[in-house]
Nanobody, 126 residues
Framework: QVQLVESGGGLVQAGGSLRLSCAAS????????MGWFRQAPGKEREFVAA????????DYGDSVKGRFTISRDNANNTLSLQMNNLKPEDTDVYLCAAAERPYARVSQNVGDYDYWGQGTQVTVSS
């Protein structure tokens, strides 16, 4: 089992920045592929970013490329998402996710992630 707890969401003006964090526990964090997704009420989860166990491979959704950066600190079991130049359309609940299988490949698919946090709300005003 993996427990994930997100933090860092809030209200920000368009053009501003936020940094989200995800604290992981319960498994060897350094072996887990991790991801960030976002979801609005009544909509499907959208891939935001993913990072492999070593931090050497990163992938981003098209809508956030060049603005968001995913990173991890394996020593402190923490996943981060730096979000710059935020836009009103970035408003969503942001969820941290982990894949069950150690050393799994980076994936954009919701079904490839087995553990999810409760989410943190990000609201961008125009």
């Amino acid at each position: 089992q993996v427990q994930l707890v997100e933090s860092g969401g809030g209200l920000v003006q368009a053009g501003g920045s936020l940094r989200l964090s995800c604290a992981a526990s319960g498994r060897t964090f350094g072996t887990l592929t991790m991801g960030w997704f976002r979801q609005a009420p009544g909509k499907e989860r959208e891939f935001v970013a993913a990072i492999n166990w070593a931090g050497s491979i990163r992938d981003y959704g098209d809508s956030v490329k060049g603005r968001f950066t995913i990173s991890r600190d394996n020593a402190n079991n923490t996943l981060s998402l730096q979000m710059n130049n935020l836009k009103p359309e970035d408003t969503d609940v942001y969820l941290c996710a982990a894949a069950e299988r150690p050393y799994a490949r980076v994936s954009q698919n919701v079904g490839d992630y087995d553990y999810w946090g409760q989410g943190t709300q990000v609201t961008v005003s125009s």
